[in-house]
């Protein structure tokens, strides 16, 4: 299983960019967003679940970021608006075949599949 993620770049502070991922046709229950800082642990960021109607996020980015699927399910995306020097990361997509109960959605060890990355760099 692939999970294809592009779509990051250089913007500046209050800018906006939509990260992809995609899942090589396959639909799973529970996809999410990660991201790791330079020099930081990996953290999670969003969640959805098959539906795209139940959708989760970290505190940092709520009211910011909107995760979303395409209809056919296999394309997951990020939006990220109002951009801050702070989400400068490396963006993962990952994906879990089942339902993955709403505490455990920040786990990164409860997902199974995960895409390669894309920097995003955010300056102020």
């Known amino acids: 299983v692939q999970l294809q993620a592009v779509g990051g770049g250089l913007v500046q502070a209050g800018d906006s960019l939509r990260l992809s991922c995609a899942t090589s046709?396959?639909?799973?229950?529970?996809m999410g967003w990660f991201r790791q800082p330079p020099g930081k642990e990996r953290e999670w960021v969003a969640a959805?679940?098959?539906?795209?109607?139940?959708?989760y996020y970290a505190d940092a980015v709520k009211g910011r970021f909107t995760i979303s699927r395409d209809n056919a399910k296999t394309t997951v995306y990020l939006q990220m608006n109002s951009l801050k020097p702070e989400d400068t990361a490396v963006y993962y997509c990952?994906?879990?075949?089942?339902?993955?109960?709403?505490?455990?959605?920040?786990?990164?060890?409860?997902?199974?599949?995960w895409g390669q990355g894309t920097l995003v760099t955010v300056s102020s």
């Open positions: 959805i679940r098959s539906t795209g109607t139940n959708t």
């Open positions: 990952a994906a879990k075949n089942n339902r993955i109960i709403q505490s455990a959605l920040d786990r990164a060890g409860m997902y199974d599949y």
């Open positions: 046709g396959r639909t799973f229950q529970t």
